[in-house]
């Protein structure tokens, strides 16, 4: 799956709630069914029908992820039963040979659980203090195409009581973690998605981590609700002024050699990469910023 074809804004939705899969699609880039933490015990089944049953007859699978739950429990095992019976209808190519739904897996902590899931297209969701110990492994093991980091389920993990200050910004243990996916990902040439914000209200805090996500080299932020589409898309788009110096600097370098001064800036090799992406995301499909 490339995050650039796909779009940046990703956004959950409970396997539960089939009447919403049409509008999550219609609103997001990606739609992540869930099968894990959105949907109560007493549900799974149901939902995992449901999941099934819109896969089959018309999901888009090239923009369509499902959350498993995690290795190791009795769901997990129902979950991929359920999906190893789906061809996804449409582009098989999208979703791989076996023409299988991509699936997240939460909680991972180790490659076997990843190679368990031969056959699928995996993003992995570190988010445990073993996850994130083992970030290399897990995004480096066959299948995997993505990764995911998760700041509540770590700091539970670790004992804690919030991954936030109060005025919102992460404390360093999350931090640390979301550096530590990120850097892993990208060694190992896979795409990194950024954690969900939970407070759906806070517009601004939204808008301020995607502007870094953007910065630090993530291709996408997960929403977990549709307002919080159009916040991750704009933050995503380079704004005119940006991809005017991108544009104007890449011209530049096709008559310089080597380091050059462009703007009253040096400009070398890593400059001229940044400026690159800048002008494929200026490309992408999605709003440019005011």
Known sequence: MSPVEGGPAWLFCPGDRPDRFAKAAQRADVVILDLEDAVAPDRKDEARRAVAEALGTGLDPARTVVRVNAAGTA????????????????????????GRPRVMLPKAEDPREVLALAGFEVVVLIETPLGVERAGGLVAAHGVVGAM????????????TGSRWPDG????????????????????GRFALDAVHLDIDDADGLRAECE????SGFDGTVAIHPAQV???????APSPERVRWARELLAAAESEGGVFRFEGRMVDGPIIAQAHRIVSAARSPGPTRP
């Open 169 to 188: 910004r992460y404390r360093d243990v999350a931090r640390f973690a979301r550096a530590r996916v990120l850097v892993a990902a990208k060694a190992h």
């Open 75 to 98: 769901e997990h095992a129902r979950d991929v039963e359920a999906l190893r019976d789906v061809e996804a209808v449409g582009d098989v190519e999208a979703v791989g040979d076996a």
């Open 149 to 160: 980091w998760g700041a509540d389920d770590l700091v539970a993990g670790l004992g804690g």
């Open 212 to 215: 870094d996500a953007v910065a």
């Open 230 to 236: 159009p916040v991750i898309r704009a933050a995503y």
